[in-house]
């Protein structure tokens, strides 16, 4: 990772480049992260509500971006 | 777009999905299909690229597209995020890995290979070729915005200029 921070102070931080390909890194973590989380709860029983209160989401948000995806055991 | 694509290069996708499933990664990549364009034989001889070591480095990889190297830049260190996140769920927890294995045979591309693949017609349509073959993949993949690609290739000690150029001149060869 020194490698990846010495690049990065290299770089200007105000370049846009860096600075989006930041942002959409962060997303992409943050779209694993709320997976795991969403799945992991639903497997411990949370039901649609619960997991939106932890988000601080609307459960009509939390059920449509996550309501599809199967969970492993749960397969009907 | 995949009724352009000649025999060799559905079987290089083909090939790109077994070897996401064998080294257990929850996606294809970009660096999957380059992996089966060198196990079909269509690398340039000249670059002297060994299809082991090739894979070898795309299985060290960690098989998804976060980016650790945009996350430093903001003061995150996605091997610690990894780190800690796998010490509660497990190995590839982060990637999905696990969780994508036990649904059989299911392995969806991924942004970065979808994306080679339109370059790879793009390339095709530039050469005045009317089919999309194994070249024209391989082609497609030589991005160097492409992580996975990058990084597999660095590790072949290459890059994906020297890759193209590679290609190119073989084909100049070929004709």
């Keep these: 990772m020194s490698e990846a921070t010495?690049?990065?102070d290299a770089t200007s931080s105000r370049d846009p480049a860096v600075g989006?390909?930041?942002v959409a890194a962060l997303r992409a973590l943050l779209e694993s992260l709320e997976r795991l989380q969403v799945d992991n709860a639903r497997e411990r029983g949370w039901n649609w509500q619960q997991i939106a209160d932890g988000l601080g989401v609307s459960r009509q948000a939390v059920?449509?971006?996550h309501g599809t995806r199967r969970l492993i055991g749960r397969r009907s | 777009m995949f009724n352009r694509f000649t025999r060799a290069a559905r079987d290089v996708v083909l090939r790109a999905h077994e070897e996401a499933?064998?080294?257990g990664h929850g996606g294809v990549n970009s660096e999957h299909l380059l992996l089966a364009v060198a196990a079909g034989g269509d690398l340039p001889p000249s670059?002297?690229?060994d299809e082991e070591s090739l894979r070898a480095a795309v299985k060290a990889a960690p098989g998804d597209e976060l980016d650790g190297q945009a996350l430093a830049t903001i003061g995150i260190d996605l091997d610690a995020v990894r780190r800690s996140v796998e010490e509660s769920f497990g190995p590839g927890a982060l990637t999905g890995?696990?969780?994508r294995r036990r649904r059989a045979g299911h392995v969806p591309f991924s942004a970065s290979a979808k994306q080679a693949l339109e370059r790879s017609l793009r390339e095709a349509l530039a050469l005045r070729d009317r089919n999309i073959g194994p070249q024209h993949i391989l082609l497609g993949l030589m991005s160097e915005t492409d992580r996975g690609v990058v990084q597999a290739l660095r590790?072949?000690?290459t890059s994906p200029g020297a890759v193209r150029a590679a290609a190119l001149a073989a084909r100049r060869e070929a004709a």
């Design chain 2, 21 to 23: 499933a064998a080294l």
């Design chain 1, 63 to 65: 059920h449509k971006k």
């Design chain 1, 20 to 22: 989006l390909a930041a």
């Design chain 2, 97 to 99: 890995r696990k969780r």
């Design chain 2, 47 to 49: 670059l002297g690229i």
């Design chain 1, 6 to 8: 010495q690049l990065a």
């Design chain 2, 155 to 157: 590790s072949c000690g």
